[in-house]
């Protein structure tokens, strides 16, 4: 039987720690930075950062904070949100992230996953997808789940 991990995910908004439900009724949860040293003395076994609002407008991960938690964790570090080319995943890489998480350039340009994992090792590309259940189909979602594309996810 495998066994169970306990991955927790920092949603970031704004420079901190947000909470919801499906997208929506966000709400303050604390610093990144502390909310990280807890899950790291909590002994989580790995930790993801995801900046929900950084693709939706169209800029990058806050790199600093990405480098602030990770000097002071000692965790796997996946990263994500606002990642649109090489570049921005090799210097997430850089700032201390161990994996690069990739939502909506995954779903525009499908052949960034195959140029990352070569660059880089498929080890350390993730590919997260966003969907809702509508009907009987599962509708992926770019920008942080505010738009719906025309792809099913399952499918």
Not at 63 to 72: F, G, M, P, S, T
Not at 98 to 107: D, L
């Amino acid at each position: 039987m495998l066994a169970k991990r306990i991955i927790p995910c920092l949603d970031i908004k704004d420079g901190r720690v947000v909470k919801g439900v499906k997208f929506l009724g966000l709400r303050d949860a604390g610093d990144p930075v502390e909310v990280a040293k807890l899950y790291d003395r909590e002994e989580a076994d790995e930790l993801v950062f995801l900046d929900i609002t950084a693709s939706f407008q169209q800029r990058k991960t806050l790199i600093n904070l990405v480098e602030q938690i990770a000097k002071n964790i000692f965790l796997p570090f996946t990263v994500g949100g606002g990642v649109a080319d090489i570049n921005d995943i090799r210097n997430l890489l850089n700032a201390g992230a161990e994996k690069v998480s990739i939502n909506t350039q995954a779903v525009k340009f499908p052949d960034l996953i195959n140029e990352a994992s070569r660059k880089f090792g498929s080890q350390c590309i993730v590919v997260a997808i966003d969907a809702k259940k509508e009907k009987d189909s599962w509708q992926v979602y770019i920008n942080g789940g505010r738009t719906p594309v025309e792809m099913d996810a399952v499918a």
